[in-house]
């Protein structure tokens, strides 16, 4: 199992990214796929999760209505499309194999920045 994401960089508050998941080594049509964050001293904190068909997703109350979740089954990839970022936005994101609390595999992280 490999996951590999890109996407993050540095932006300002109220700007947008799109993350992405490149997914290899299983089927990945046949899983759920999640986003979760980190930063340094905290716990990973879960950020969405969408379903192996892609539709159902679920949001984290931080990020409702700001983050949208999906994923293209035949590209192997999942997607984070973020906007009105905060800097409590901050963190390395992560992608991850399963269904909210419940993962198995884990990316590199991308790490996101948000600052003026």
């Known amino acids: 199992v490999q996951l590999v994401e890109s996407g993050g960089g540095m932006v300002q508050p109220g700007g947008s990214l799109r993350l992405s998941c490149a997914a290899s080594?299983?089927?990945?049509?046949?899983?759920?796929m999640s986003w979760v964050r980190q930063v340094p001293g905290k716990g990973p904190e879960w950020v969405s999760s969408?379903?192996?068909?892609?539709?159902?997703?679920y949001y984290a109350r931080s990020v409702r209505g700001r983050f949208t979740i999906s994923r293209d089954n035949a590209k192997n990839t999942v997607y984070l499309q973020m906007n009105s970022l905060k800097p409590e936005d901050t963190a390395l994101y992560y992608c991850?194999?399963?269904?909210?609390?419940?993962?198995?595999?884990w990316g590199q992280g991308t790490q996101v920045t948000v600052s003026s």
């Open positions: 969408i379903n192996p068909g892609g539709t159902s997703t």
């Open positions: 991850a194999r399963g269904w909210r609390d419940e993962r198995d595999y």
């Open positions: 080594g299983f089927t990945f049509g046949s899983y759920a």
